[in-house]
């Protein structure tokens, strides 16, 4: 549940308003923003994706609407409505092509039909990237001019801002730094895409638990195997949980993951140059306030010092993000801002 202490009272909020919404195979978010950001109302359900997708839509629109009356205002009042999904997409004809965790959404037209049942125009992005414009807006990068944000989950998400500007690319694929090559070998670990080699097959939720299922075969030992031999679930929690007792073997784990991500990072850094790299979603390892999380974000530093110029050593942040799952709608919001000054000018 959602801190509602941490919502704008609407006689403080600043005009004009929009709506952020965030799908996902799990859950849907939705969310109105002021100008600057500031969440002032919020709504999250079940996606609910075998009942289809034009079952989402209609509930995306109505949330929309919903979140317009218990403000007191009119669906009027939303400048735009920001929308974002996971990929691949067609950004251009606003539709889903395959995703993968929506099985039965492949074409599905998701812009136009939110927009109908909301009956305000959409702003369509990638969710990652939306969650990049998230922080680059409000959040841990609010300060700068560009930023790269990793998403760590079942995958590996990516957004790249550049002064105010989504990297979305020609054909709608752009910032999918979770599917960049990190090695070339052969043999190199499989990506759930089906291709060998990609960042997401080394530090994603997905490659840790499946490297901690190679690793305890070779060697049963320690409070990890112990954990699992009495029924608990593998999972990045539980191996951050072993972690932070001492299981040598689930530190290896994470740190091994923080190097295969700082390795991708650093080809990131000699493309872009952006002046912030954020680590977010729900494989942070406990983040900044977790001594494992300090241990993981050090070793993705440590890699890309060892690997890249020293001025960029020096001068590139790394960081965890600051806005966890609100990120997502919030960028929506924010990208759906930017579309209507960028009309608007």
């Known amino acids: 549940m959602q801190d ?16 952020g919404v965030d799908l996902g195979g799990t ?30 839509a209609a509930r995306m629109g109505r949330a929309v609407q ?6 007191g205002v009119r669906i009027d009042d939303l400048a735009r409505v920001g929308l ?35 009956g305000r125009e959409v702003t369509y ?27 760590l989950g079942t995958g590996v998400g990516g957004g790249i801002i550049i002064e105010d500007l989504s990297i979305d690319g020609a054909h709608s694929h752009g910032s999918e730094c979770g599917h960049m090559l990190v090695d070339p070998a052969e043999n190199a670990r499989l990506c759930p895409c089906g291709q060998r080699g990609h960042l997401e097959a080394y530090a994603s939720a997905t490659s840790l638990k499946a490297l901690a299922r190679e690793r305890l075969a070779a060697s049963p030992d320690g409070s990890l195997f112990k954990a699992l031999a009495g029924g608990e679930e593998l999972t990045p929690i539980l191996i951050s949980r072993e972690a932070a007792a001492g299981d040598p073997l689930a530190m290896d784990l994470i740190l091994e993951a923080g190097r295969w991500l700082g390795i991708g990072i650093v080809s990131l850094m000699h493309t872009i140059d952006p002046e912030i790299v954020l680590i977010g979603g729900a494989m942070t390892f406990g983040g900044e306030q977790a001594t494992v999380g ?15 110029f020293p001025l960029l050593a020096e001068k590139t942040q790394i960081h965890f993000a600051s806005l966890g799952g609100d990120a997502g709608y919030i960028g929506a919001a924010g990208l759906a801002r930017a579309a209507e000054r960028h009309r608007a000018s």
Do not use: M
């Open 84 to 118: 974002g999904t996971p990929g691949p997409q067609d950004l251009r004809t606003g539709e889903i092509i395959k995703a993968g965790n929506l099985p039965g959404w492949d074409r599905f037209p998701i812009r136009d039909r939110v927009s109908l049942h909301c």
């Open 66 to 71: 919903t979140l317009c009356e218990q403000l």
């Open 4 to 19: 509602r202490s941490r919502w704008l009272p609407i006689a403080a909020a600043e005009r004009p308003f929009y709506a």
């Open 125 to 151: 992005a990638n969710d990652a990237n939306a969650a990049a414009y998230g922080e680059y807006w409000v959040g841990g990068a609010q300060d700068c001019q560009s930023l790269v944000l990793l998403t």
């Open 27 to 56: 859950n849907i978010k939705v969310g109105i923003v002021d100008d600057r950001g500031r969440t002032l109302a919020f709504h999250t359900e079940p996606t609910h994706a075998a009942r289809g997708p034009e079952d989402a």
């Open 294 to 308: 300090r241990a993981f974000i050090e070793r993705i530093r440590a890699e890309v010092r060892s690997r890249t």
